[in-house]
């Protein structure tokens, strides 16, 4: 096994960036949501949910901001598995959530921005999976 090729290359690491970056942001407009009146979500959500999510995708940007200091693929490996199973749970929950019922343009931009990621995320986690 090619130790060189399961190295953070300067592309992961800035799509790590990029991912932690976004998360702490969505995260944050999740758990601010309720009292700014931001709806992220095509539906209303009850606060409690809110605030769950927002925890649950601000602790994701944390872990990418920590990883991005990591040398190895395996420290991201987990993390690029459970935020591609997340994404691709999300986009398709949001994308037949605001079919029948439509969406505001926020929810768009979440949308947008989740699938954007889910194309390098599932890239990254192909070609270093088969590298190992």
């Known amino acids: 096994m090619d130790k060189k090729a399961l190295t953070n290359a300067p592309q992961l690491r800035f799509t790590l960036a990029i991912s932690a970056g976004l998360n702490l942001l ?13 709806r992220l979500w095509p539906s209303p959500l009850p606060r409690e949910m809110m605030r769950l999510a927002g925890l649950m995708v601000l602790t994701n940007g944390v872990g990418a901001a920590l990883i991005i200091r990591q040398s190895i693929w ?6 690029w598995m459970i935020a591609l199973v997340y994404l691709l749970v999300v986009c ?15 929810f768009w931009i979440h949308l947008a921005i989740n699938t954007l990621f889910l ?14």
Not at 26 to 38: H, M, Q, Y
Not at 93 to 104: I, K
């Open 92 to 106: 398709l929950g949001l994308f037949l959530h605001a079919l029948p019922d439509g969406a505001p343009p926020v």
């Open 26 to 38: 969505i995260g944050l407009a999740f758990l601010v949501g309720p009292e700014l009146g931001i």
């Open 119 to 132: 194309v390098p995320a599932a890239f990254f986690l192909w070609r270093f999976e088969r590298a190992r």
């Open 74 to 79: 395996e420290h991201p490996r987990v993390l």
